[in-house]
Nanobody, 126 residues
Framework: QVQLVESGGGLVQAGGSLRLSCAAS????????MGWFRQAPGKEREFVAA????????NYADSVKGRFTISRENAKNTVFLQMDSLKPEDTAVYHC???????????????????WGQGTQVTVSS
């Protein structure tokens, strides 16, 4: 059974950085497109970043563009989200997700993905 486990969340001051990891077990992520989403209290889950199976294509929400970077290391079966210049509005539970994807396709809707992690809390203080 495929499982995704996120880590790296925590409490950070505005302007600080965090690096989230998403480790997959039960199958290789090599054939999968991966994505990061977040959900703040009382809000719907929203797209943050996505990366294609090959790693050649990435996509970011406008709110994080230029501050966040998604990457993958297939040999470690892990996807990362480097978050810099954090803002209080970035506070949320961050989830990674996966789905089988073509070489360069990225997916930005929650319904595009069929496997989800439990999430890791990110809190940014002002």
């Amino acid at each position: 059974q495929v499982q995704l486990v996120e880590s790296g969340g925590g409490l950070v001051q505005a302007g600080g950085s965090l690096r989230l990891s998403c480790a997959a077990s039960g199958s290789s992520i090599r054939i999968n497109a991966m994505g990061w989403f977040r959900q703040a209290p009382g809000k719907e889950r929203e797209f943050v970043a996505a990366i294609s199976r090959s790693g050649s294509t990435t996509n970011y929400a406008d709110s994080v563009k230029g501050r966040f970077t998604i990457s993958r290391e297939n040999a470690k079966n892990t996807v990362f989200l480097q978050m810099d210049s954090l803002k209080p509005e970035d506070t949320a539970v961050y989830h990674c997700a996966q789905r089988v994807g073509s070489y360069s396709a990225v997916y930005t809707r929650p319904n595009d993905y069929n496997v989800w992690g439990q999430g890791t809390q990110v809190t940014v203080s002002s």
